[in-house]
C-alpha cells in the first residue's frame, strides 16, 4: 500500500536532505507508527507519501514513492489524494468549508453521491466520533481538539486505503485518544494501511504492527513494540515514556490551596448569540502548576483568553493578588502559549522572536542585557542552533518551544500555556516541564491546559476540572 524505496529528499535552497536513503514498506491491514526527536523528519515522510513532497514544496526528490503500487512521482496531487487521506498537525489548515456539516460533505459532494447517502454517511461518521453536536458549527469556532475529530471523520468519509496521520492525538482529550485508538484498529481489520507520527505513544501499544525510530532524517530502528522498552535508547533518541498512568484523579483541588494567586468571583461569559459557557462561576487558582482539565470544548481555551485579558468577562471579577484587574493589569501580567503556535510567530528569526518579547516586557533593562538574556532563553529551551531561521520554517515541535520560550523570557506573574507539548518529544517535554517547575518555584502561578498524561504526572500539583461543580455554580454545555 506504501513504498519507499532509496528516497533522499531536500527542501529547495537546503543543502542539508531532509530525509536519506528511507526504505519503508506498509502492508493493507498495517499500522505503523514512526516517532523521533523533533526536526528528524517525520513530518517529511508524511509529504513525500501524499506528495506535498516535491509537488507542492517542489525539492529535490530521489528515489521512488509508490502508493498502492503506483509511483507518485508521475502523478498530480489531486490524484494521490484519491489514494491517501492526511490529517496534519493543524486540521485547520486542510477544512474547505465554513462549518462542519459542509466540511464532511466535501468529499463525499466531490464524489458525486446523492443527498440522501450524504447524510446518512455524515450522521453515522458523525455518530461514531461523537461530533453530532456540533455539526451546525463554524469550524473556527471548534477547539483544538474538535478540529482533530472533525479533521479525522472527514478523511474517514474520503474512502480511501491509505491513511497518514500527523500528531492526531496532539488536542485530544484521554477518552478521544483512546476512542481514536479503537477507530484506527477497525480501519486496520478492514485492510487499510495507516501510518502515524506521534510522540505519544502509550496509546499505540495494542493497535500497532511496527515502530520505526528516525533521527537525523534517517531510520535508526525498526521493530515490534519492544524496541522501545530501552530506557537508554529512548533517552537517546529523544522519545515519550511507554507506560503512563493516569493521575488526574490524585491532584488536589485547586481550591484547597490557602496560597492564592487568582481569584474569580461569579463570572459568566458567552460568545455573541452563543449559550453561556461559564454561568456565575466561582473558583480560586493558586501559585504552583495548576492542571486545567476537561473534555474537547469544555471551555479550556476561554478561560485562558479571560485570564489574560483577551476576552472580557460577560460579568463578574477576577482578582490577581486580591486586587480587582482589569484588560491592561492581566495582559501585563499575564503570558498566554497558544495551542498553535503559528499565532504567535510574526518576526523573521527565532532570535528576533524571543528579543522582542524581553524588549517589550522589559523596557527597564539596557540593550547589551535584553541580548544576552535572549541568547541564555534561547540556549535554555535548545534553540541555540535555529535562532537565525525563519520561525515558520521551523518543526511543529520546534515552533512550540518558540513560543513557550518567548512567554517565559517576560517573567510573568501568571503563564497560561493551552496543550504545550502538544509536538515536543521526550527530551524536550522534560526540559519544558523542568522550566515549568523553577517558574512555581520562583513565584508563578503556571496554569497548564493539557490532556497530556505524562506532563501532568511531572509537573501538575493542583487540578482545576471543567466544568467547576459545585453548590453554588452552574456549568452549561456548550
Not at 503506483?70 to 485547520?92: A, C, N, V, W, Y
Not at 490557602?258 to 448569540?273: A, D, Q, T, W
Not at 476576552?311 to 493578588?321: Q, V, W, Y
Request: glycine share 6%; aromatic share 6%; hydrophobic share 35%.
Amino acid at each position: 500500500m506504501i513504498e519507499l524505496v532509496n528516497v533522499t529528499y531536500t527542501y529547495p535552497y537546503q543543502e542539508k536532505s531532509a530525509v536519506e536513503n528511507i526504505n519503508l514498506k506498509i502492508e493493507s491491514g498495517e499500522i505503523v507508527v514512526c516517532t523521533g526527536l523533533s526536526g528528524c523528519g517525520k513530518t517529511t515522510l508524511i509529504r513525500l507519501i501524499n506528495g506535498l513532497c516535491p509537488h507542492y514544496y517542489k525539492g529535490n526528490l530521489q528515489g521512488q514513492v509508490k502508493i498502492c503500487n503506483e509511483d507518485t512521482k508521475e502523478k498530480t496531487i489531486s490524484s494521490i489524494s484519491r489514494l491517501t487521506g492526511s490529517l496534519f498537525q493543524d486540521p485547520e489548515q486542510q477544512f474547505f468549508a465554513l462549518n462542519v456539516d459542509d466540511e464532511l460533505a466535501f468529499a463525499l459532494e466531490c464524489k458525486g453521491e446523492s443527498p440522501e447517502t450524504i447524510e446518512a454517511e455524515i450522521n453515522k461518521t458523525a455518530s461514531d466520533f461523537k461530533i453530532s453536536n456540533i455539526l451546525s458549527s463554524s469550524v473556527t469556532s471548534l477547539s483544538e481538539g474538535q478540529k482533530q475529530k472533525v479533521g479525522l471523520a472527514g478523511i474517514i468519509l474520503q474512502n480511501v486505503k491509505v491513511f497518514v496521520l500527523d500528531e492526531p492525538t496532539a488536542n485530544l482529550d484521554v477518552e478521544s485518544t483512546n476512542e481514536l485508538a479503537e477507530k484506527l484498529f477497525e480501519l486496520k481489520q478492514k485492510g487499510y494501511a495507516v501510518l502515524i507520527v506521534d510522540h505519544r505513544l502509550y496509546w499505540t501499544k495494542n493497535i500497532a504492527d511496527r515502530y520505526i525510530v528516525m533521527s537525523g532524517g534517517k531510520i535508526v530502528k525498526e521493530g515490534s513494540f519492544d524496541i522501545l522498552k530501552d530506557e537508554e535508547f529512548r533517552k537517546q533518541y529523544g522519545l515519550r515514556d511507554i507506560e503512563i498512568k493516569d493521575e488526574r484523579e490524585c491532584l488536589d483541588d485547586c481550591s484547597n490551596s490557602e496560597n492564592i494567586c487568582l481569584s474569580i468571583e461569579k463570572m459568566s461569559f458567552n460568545y455573541k448569540n452563543k449559550p453561556k459557557i461559564f454561568n456565575n462561576v466561582s473558583f480560586t487558582i493558586p501559585y504552583g502548576v495548576t492542571a486545567v482539565l476537561g473534555s474537547n470544548g469544555a471551555g479550556k481555551t476561554t478561560l485562558a483568553r479571560l485570564i489574560t485579558g483577551l476576552n472580557k468577562i460577560t460579568s463578574g471579577k477576577i482578582l490577581l493578588n486580591n486586587k480587582i484587574t482589569d484588560k491592561k493589569i492581566l495582559q501585563s501580567n499575564a503570558s498566554l502559549v497558544l495551542q498553535n503556535a503559528d499565532f504567535q510567530l510574526y518576526m523573521r528569526s527565532c532570535f528576533e522572536e524571543v528579543y522582542t518579547s524581553i524588549d517589550i516586557a522589559h523596557k527597564k533593562l539596557n540593550k547589551d542585557d535584553k541580548l544576552k538574556m535572549a541568547e541564555d532563553i534561547l540556549d535554555q529551551f535548545g534553540l541555540t542552533h535555529l535562532k537565525d531561521r525563519h520561525p515558520q520554517s521551523l518543526s511543529g515541535g520546534e515552533k512550540q518551544r518558540l513560543v513557550i520560550a518567548c512567554a517565559v523570557a517576560k517573567k510573568p506573574d501568571v503563564i497560561i500555556l493551552d496543550e504545550p507539548t502538544s509536538g515536543l518529544d521526550g527530551n524536550n517535554m522534560q526540559k519544558v516541564a523542568d522550566i515549568l517547575k523553577d517558574m512555581a518555584v520562583n513565584g508563578a502561578a503556571v496554569i497548564v491546559i493539557t490532556h497530556d498524561l505524562e506532563l501532568i504526572n511531572k509537573v501538575c500539583s493542583f487540578a482545576l476540572r471543567l466544568p467547576v461543580e459545585n453548590k453554588n455554580i452552574i456549568k452549561e454545555a456548550i
